[in-house]
Antibody, heavy 120, light 107 residues
Framework: EVQLLESGGGLVQPGGSLRLSCAAS????????MSWVRQAPGKGLEWVST????????YYTDSVKGRFTISRDNSKDTLYLQMNSLRAEDTAVYYC?????????????WGQGTLVTVSS | EIVLTQSPATLSLSPGERATLSCRAS??????LAWYQQKPGQAPRLLIY???TRATGIPARFSGSGSGTDFTLTISSLEPEDFAVYYC?????????FGQGTRLEIK
């Protein structure tokens, strides 16, 4: 059974930093593209970032470019999101998501999410 | 950036009725469109990918259709557990975007 367990969320002041982790199990992690998707309170879904299976290729939505860094440690089956220079508008639940190539790279399996609150 | 516009924003129906949800793209996304269901306090769940293929374990009452710019999610006969928010999503462009969602509520 695929499991994605996020951690690292919490309350941080504007301008601060936070690192999210996502521990994956139940599938061959190194072969899967992974993404982060966020959802502000009461709002819709927003794609944040994607990383290839090897980690060589990364992609970001414009609003986080230069501030967020996605990475992975395939030896630990873990995905990361380093978030710097945080803003109030980054407040959201952050979901770790497995992408399935055989399903048109759809967001196939989601973690339960971790809440990041940026506030003074 | 490709904008996805979902309609209606809210759909009020009764169990057993047919639901038709629309998603329109600002430019062609070919068939690279997916649908997700989200219930309160839960993560989204993939329903449909490639515009019309049901994901594993998704009941046959859910179907997707369309290509290019106009897409539809149909629920043939609503079950009580189907009342939720539904999102469409495209990956045709360099970035990925979601629609704003359609809330399906019990009438």
């Amino acid at each position: 059974e695929v499991q994605l367990l996020e951690s690292g969320g919490g309350l941080v002041q504007p301008g601060g930093s936070l690192r999210l982790s996502c521990a994956a199990s139940g599938f061959p992690f190194t072969t899967y593209v992974m993404s982060w998707v966020r959802q502000a309170p009461g709002k819709g879904l927003e794609w944040v970032s994607t990383i290839s299976g090897s980690g060589a290729n990364t992609y970001y939505t414009d609003s986080v470019k230069g501030r967020f860094t996605i990475s992975r440690d395939n030896s630990k089956d873990t995905l990361y999101l380093q978030m710097n220079s945080l803003r109030a508008e980054d407040t959201a639940v952050y979901y770790c998501v497995m992408r399935e190539a055989a399903a048109d790279l759809a967001f196939y399996c989601w973690g339960q999410g971790t809440l990041v609150t940026v506030s003074s | 950036e490709i904008v996805l516009t979902q309609s209606p924003a809210t759909l009020s129906l009764s169990p057993g009725e047919r639901a038709t949800l629309s998603c329109r793209a600002s430019q062609s996304v070919s068939s690279s469109l997916a649908w997700y269901q989200q219930k309160p306090g839960q993560a989204p769940r993939l329903l449909i990918y490639g515009a019309s293929t049901r994901a594993t374990g998704i009941p046959a009452r859910f179907s997707g259709s369309g290509s290019g710019t106009d897409f539809t999610l149909t629920i043939s006969s609503l079950e009580p557990e189907d009342f939720a928010v539904y999102y469409c999503q495209q990956r045709s462009s360099g970035s990925i975007t979601f629609g704003q969602g359609t809330r399906l509520e019990i009438k």
